[in-house]
């Protein structure tokens, strides 16, 4: 590590101990127009890339952003990005290659096609269609983390029967975590959870109307399970997802 | 019914147009010293009786009511009951018998033993361990209304195939309306209600802890249920069981 | 039933077990391009046809749901379908049969003109003209599955007179259930639940402002209702009116 | 008026304008040994007297505000007064008068048996038992500030035809404002408002369990009714009683 | 009055019993197509008209409701009316006036000018600019109903000293109520209540953003407030204006 | 599998079809005399025991299960075991073994000493003195399950400087989940997730107190948080160890 | 001051005692047309001017004030200032200067370029992009005010090394205050105030989505921390930077 | 500082880069029995003794670190002190002096008395009697941190005229901080600021009850305010209290 070159260099008398103080500090960041700085070095810290958000940025600085992390990290990662950024995206992207997942409102830019190798599998399960979108971000995220997802999309509590010969399926694949994202009363995953022994992690999406709509009877629900699993935050694809990577992969 | 009796009277000149009135105003209202007004015809008006809801009374006020009405209707029924109030009601029933429901916390007291006729099947279902006292004030106040009650206690979600052979064995015996009690995150109602075409009346309890508890997580997904099924409060055991009486008997 | 064609096949030898095994999985589910899974045998199972929730869901996909499950089951029912869904559906129904619902914004798929025989009597209930979409929603739902039902709109607590007629003609027509809509403090189905001996189903409506509204009100004061009623989500009308058709059926 | 005094004071060089400010500045306040500033000119100010809150105040501060407000004022009152400070109230009252309302939980401490003429004519109803010591908290405070007033307790929605002959009633007898307490629904209140022309006050208590209990449905309901009515905050006797007083008497 | 005249029918065997029990239900009900039926006797009956809400309504339900209003009754008073239902209102008004109240966003409907007598004085205060329309809500309503109203705007807590100098006038004019609007914090209603002895209604306002923004921390501080008043919904101009002219007016 | 036993008996006509079937269902249930079903095969089904929560459960109905559990599956663990409970199951264990882990309130039921072989290594980290027992439930629970348990108490983001050290020990012993628990502001496990590659579980803690307090703000400061990160509810000890374990021995 | 004026023009018989208090009351008051009352002494009373909030005031309105207050104070400041309502300002400034802050959405409205002397000086430190307008709307306010502000953005507790340097700087700088802005998980604020003896000012941001999102998780961990620190609400930037400058100031 | 001394001595080989950090780590860090480390350096680095909070803690663990605390830094500060925990405290406190604060709950050991020099003037007002402990609690820790304090109880915004001779006051003493505490309607804070140049804090308690009540709707209050404050959490009384002295003294 360059810190090691740093030292080094004091202990030699190359530098001053507040020179080398300095450059310790320099080193991990990256300052982008006094708006945004990049933590470089993150994903060697936390095993996990930095997703930008695309929601609540100015497609300006979303675009800006995505091209220096892509540069110098030969991958960016663009989620809950809107039609404006991504049209913005495509016709700034210069040289950079650009992947655009439709379903999951992912946008990935990258210097060249690296093939990544697969490790671990990964099984996201859906209660319903309006479910899908953020299920989908949670996919779209896992394999971009190299792993390999299977997804049954659908499954919801009110048709029980639907769910075993998913999980039986999971079994024999040998996955190794599973999310399961569900909205309105978010029954489904309390039920997987109760049927396999692959860990489950909740991801409660913004469905239903009325009392605890928009996610909030799903959250409290899986937070209240006796079947044991973990949860993410309401709409949450892309930590679910990364998370169940993190897991899949250790 | 009286009215007629009355109206006949004002026809024939017996009472004035006044007088008429005021009977019949009067015929419905039974005070009981400025604090307590028994409404002893609701039995008649909706199907149900009045319970005595011993929560929040004081003990005397609760016996000197649940007295009255027993000896004006019969019997008279008394839930959430605490120990002083059962104490005091066994000490001071005089004359009339009393029944005490342990699990329940439900009280009745009555003049004679009379026997009533089983009419309705209802089916009470509950969760876990913890959810059983709520379950059981559904189950007596639906055997004190005349149907004959089947339950099935410690039936959860966690354990998805302990729910198959209770249904089965429900509809065989040709149940008419379910109870289905839980608390945490409240699953179980929601499940049910997917797998059968008995209609099922959702009962939240106050168990769990943390965000949602207290029965909120509960009552929460229920009313979300892709499932369809119709709720009642949170511990509201005894608006459960007679509801599912009520239209067990229709 | 299919699942005794599969065992004696397995009993005869003519498939092994594990064939056996995945014909049965497979029996109830029909996949549908990865996104939705039909429940065809819902409405065997638990007496209630399934209905298509049109909100939240991408136009297209809606009306390839909605046409699948009509030709599998003869008829298929889309709730709050929005002005694009419907229109859509419309044009792309080809030799199918399509009802419109305006005050309920529920479109119905039909393969030819069936005629259902009535059974059940239910009655619909509202508060205030901003209440009656959701208990259009409710009455047209209970028709559908062949109920015959009665509403009584603008009837609200404020002008307590009013209901009186209404539940009077209710019990001489020996309707079976009552679903009484109403938003903003939600005080007729306590008041209609405390006059009369039909079940009453409440149904909250997102209507009020202020503190409590959107039907938060509403719910709260049906759930604390000393009267006795059951409940449903806040503008749950195919919730209500399916439950009440269920209920009116038995 | 004393300004007026000091005033001329000063115009007539007796004091200096600094001296004159500074009188001002302490006439209206009397300390209380670094712990309570009794506002003795607040009677004055806005009509009512200041009620000392017991509940939350050590004993003995409690009973010295009493003490030393009832030597200055001629009376004074607590409320929510528990059993000890009751107490100590009777033992330290010296040659004060004390009266004592149970039901109410109520305080009065007088120097005199002053007879207060009667002005303003205030009606309370309740819905339940439950409700009663909230409704005799402002029934009491509307007699202690000189009004007559009448009282129905028990008369609930549940029951509607209770409503009717208390209203004949009151109107008969020339009631100028109601106060109507309610807990759990809190129905009772917008009903009332939708049958009579008195202005209406609602009371909400916190009785009730589950979810909207402890007042919130009562109080939300109050808020939301179509029918014309304010509100006080749940529990909040006095505030209901003194405002009812203060509308009645001018 | 009619019922008289029933009744007197009834004795001298004009009609039947049964008839005139029907008489009777239909003299206050007037059915509008199915949708809203107008209470045209609770102006008599309450002391106060039924004011026709534009928001939630659909346009030419709106317009057909308020006209036919205005034809039975004299006059109509529509609230929270939107640009379309003005318009509309405007185009289709045939001969009826039309008074347009802009600030307020209040229409009304009349025969003919009608020159009602002034009766009763009311004060509306209002906290900030951004509560200008909730308050002119409550202005225009209480002056609708025949009251003389004084107003005060732009009256922060931010600068107290802005108050006192209303005040003196208030009580100058003999004014019997005041409506007190404020959004943010509520401090004015609170504070206001504190220096007058004119009884104060609290009319919080949906101004506000972040924690407690949207009116909530108005409504709780009014509710909360040791100054005695009562409170509003938020945002129920209307409400707070009737209220107040009621008290007035009695 | 035993269900091949019994589909074999069928083949072989030895059994009904119908016998069948009954003795399927019967084969995984054990009824508690009517209260509790003990669900004997989660642990194969799962991967994790079924634990015994002591909360809310009557002493002698916890005792029962326990001991019933212990006897057939060789040990049952109990948690959030109060006083009473504690000792009766102390005096009623008779030849079973019986562990008690204080500061977690947890106790074990065995029937014998059995070395569990260790798998899977996990870390336990927690950010106040306060959150100790919370934290303590998860690390008992983690190391009942076969994992060597790390743990670093006390190690708070007010001074994050306590918190690297630590990490680095952590790294260098190859730890592979981390539990961290927070009250509060629930600050610790963000933090800590940004700077390790280890998956981290937050794990709320009911302290703090005001707004947010109860752990409200813990929970919702970990599900909002940038860092990745997966969360249980709060004060969840059992299922944060439970799943640490899960996902460390895979 | 110009009280002393009246008085003495009182002791010297110029003015009558009612006219010398009607001309102080009138003294701080300047109404505009019904609708806003300027407070021009504000600034001097509390040392920080009036800022005008653009949000949820009519174009005209607003502009009406802004021109008022800049001619009369020398400067006005209107905060969150849409398009409409800035370029309608641009317009209509006539003679007066105009400033706009584009990123923090404020505008000046100045008679001439006056040359404000620094003091104070205060950082303004922001967790993420998103939080960036709010931070801005603090830093432009606190520079309005006089200090000397250094910013840092983008510094969020996801990469705790992109602290201490900033931190460093500040300390070397004699920065007297800091404003600490965070959205999501609010975990900033905590962690610097953890890390300097320089006083915090926490600021909220309204970022995040699902549980907690709007900032409420911000605010409820800011007001939960351990470390010290004091809040405002969230999005209120105006708020931060002028109690910072105020703060810096002294 | 330290720190130096470690890097020479890795300059000057005496000790390895691997013990040179090691070093470092331990040096901020002192281990108290697996259970709480005390963050000895806190007060050099943030400028404020770190209190040790008695709530939640058990009495023999809060004894062991107010010693240990005591004993390294001259003086510890108990804050929330329960009468178990301040008995036992006395009990075992050795050759330590100790100090106790009634009415804030307060308790302080000391090595030896030590004359504090006085920086910094420190009000702190409060608007009740009930909100004194809490109000006691920030002005104990003012003075602890060496500000000279001056109070003013039972201010309340129901008199607002009690508030002027205070501020009048503050102002001659050149005080440069409030702390303002209130419950209920918490409406004095945004008065105070309302009225002086002086910075305030806002200190909600949790009184009051019903709607709001435990201080919400102080809180809300305070952070809607338009006059200019900062706030802390419910009963931070020790936060507020050192956040002043800390801005005081600076």
Chains 1, 2, 3, 4, 5, 6, 7, 8 share one sequence.
Request: some cysteine; charged content about 30%.
């Amino acid at each position: 590590m360059e810190i090691d070159e740093v030292l080094n260099q004091f202990k030699n008398d190359k530098i001053s101990k507040k020179q080398a103080k300095e450059r310790i500090a320099l080193l991990q960041l990256e300052e982008l127009e006094d708006e945004a700085r990049i933590d470089t070095m993150r994903e060697d810290r936390i095993g996990l890339p930095e997703a930008i958000l695309g929601e609540g940025k100015k497609t300006e600085t979303f675009v800006k952003i995505m091209k220096k992390m892509a540069k110098r990290k030969g991958r960016s990662i663009g989620t809950r990005v809107n039609k404006e950024q991504k049209q913005q995206l495509q016709k700034n992207k210069g040289q950079l290659e650009m992947e655009w997942h439709e379903k999951a409102n992912i946008a990935v830019l990258k210097t060249e096609k690296t093939k990544q190798k697969e490790e671990g599998k990964v099984g996201v399960i859906c209660a319903g269609t309006a479910d899908l979108p953020i299920a989908e971000e949670a996919k779209v995220t896992a394999e971009l983390l190299g792993c390999k997802v299977y997804n049954a999309y659908d499954v919801g509590v009110a048709g029980i029967h639907r769910i075993l010969p998913v999980l039986k399926k999971y079994n024999e694949e040998n996955i190794q975590v599973l999310v399961v994202a569900a909205g309105r009363d978010g029954s489904l995953p309390p039920v997987v959870a109760g049927m396999t022994d692959i860990p489950v992690i909740g991801l409660p999406v913004s469905t239903g109307y009325g009392a605890g709509g928009n996610g909030e009877a799903a959250l409290l629900s899986m937070l209240q399970s006796c079947s044991l699993l973990t949860v993410v935050n309401i709409d949450a694809g892309f930590t679910a997802g990364a998370m169940a990577a993190k897991i899949a992969k250790t």
